[in-house]
C-alpha cells in the first residue's frame, strides 16, 4: 500500500484522510485502532476493543483503491474497477454517530454514541475520496510527492502551487540535506 509498509506511521500531512490511508500500511488492529482516532475518525477516548484483525484487510483494500483511482487521475487514465469498488464502500454502512458530553474540566468534548463499526468508518473514509475526486479544484491539487523514494500523494492548497514534497519537514528536509552534502562534496573535489 505505501511507503511506511513496515507499519503506521500516523502522519497526517496530505490534506485528506483518504490520502492520509493511502499512505500508511495499518497491517494490525492496533495500529489501526490508533490511526482511526489520530485521523479524527473516532472521538478521543473511543474504546478500540471494536477493531479487530477483520478490519486490516478492508483498511488495507479500500487504500489500494484510493492509490489506485488518484494515481490513474495524476497519469490522465482511467480504473473503472477501482471506481466500482470505492463507490461500494462508500456506500456502505453511516459514519459513527457522536454525541457532546461534559469533560472533567466542565467543558464539552465528543463521544461516539455507539460503539464503532468497520463498515461505517470504511465508508466515511471512502466518502472523502468521493469527495476528492469529484472536486474539480481539490482534484487538481493532487501531487506526487518528490522526495527520493516517497510514493505519496498530497492535496497542494499552497499559494502558485508550488508545493513539492508531502512534508516539507520529511521529504524537503532529506532533499535540502542530500542537496547540501552533493554542494560540499562538489566544493572538497
Known sequence: MGAEAAGCEARFDSGRVCLDLVAVAPERAGTLGRWLAEAGLLPPGTPLDAVTAHWVQP??????????????????RADDIALARLNAFAAGAAPPAVRAVRAADGGLVRAPLA?????????????????????????????RCEGDGCRRVYVDTSRGRRRRWCSSEMCGNRERVARHRRRAALARA
Open 59 to 76: 483498511f488495507l483494500e479500500l487504500g489500494a483503491c484510493v492509490a489506485s483511482l488518484v494515481h490513474a487521475h495524476i497519469e490522465g
Open 115 to 143: 460503539r464503532p463499526e468497520c463498515a461505517g468508518l470504511l465508508a466515511a473514509v471512502a466518502r472523502d475520496a468521493v469527495e476528492l475526486l469529484t472536486d474539480p479544484v481539490a482534484r487538481a491539487g493532487l501531487r
